[in-house]
């Protein structure tokens, strides 16, 4: 079992950034590849980007390669997602997963965090 609880959601305007963090905890947490998903409200949860277990490999959605950046520190078990020039069109909830593999499809991950707003005002 591995617990994925999520920080660093809030309100910006657009343009801004905003860091976010998941902390995992549990068995073998830091062995497991980390992804990171939006729900808006109502779409589909949508992929956003994806790291190996070591960090070595990362997999963005391409239409936020070049804003969004994922990264990990094994030590402290945790992934984060750094978020520049955000858009109004970025407003969701960011939510963190756990899972074997890279993989876009949120059918794939194992476990979930609860998820953090993020609100991005014009």
Not at 90 to 113: F, H, I, N, P, Q
């Amino acid at each position: 079992q591995v617990l994925l609880v999520e920080s660093g959601g809030g309100s910006v305007q657009a343009g801004g950034s905003l860091r976010l963090s998941c902390a995992a905890s549990g068995r073998s947490a830091s062995s497991y590849a980390m992804g990171w998903f939006r729900q808006r409200p109502g779409k589909e949860r949508e992929f956003v980007t994806a790291i190996s277990w070591s960090g070595g490999s990362t997999y963005y959605r391409e239409s936020m390669k070049d804003r969004f950046s994922i990264s990990r520190d094994n030590a402290k078990n945790t992934v984060y997602l750094q978020m520049n020039n955000l858009k109004p069109e970025d407003t969701a909830v960011y939510l963190c997963a756990a899972g074997e593999g890279l993989d876009m499809d949120y059918k794939s991950y194992d476990y979930w965090g609860q998820g953090t707003q993020v609100t991005v005002s014009s």
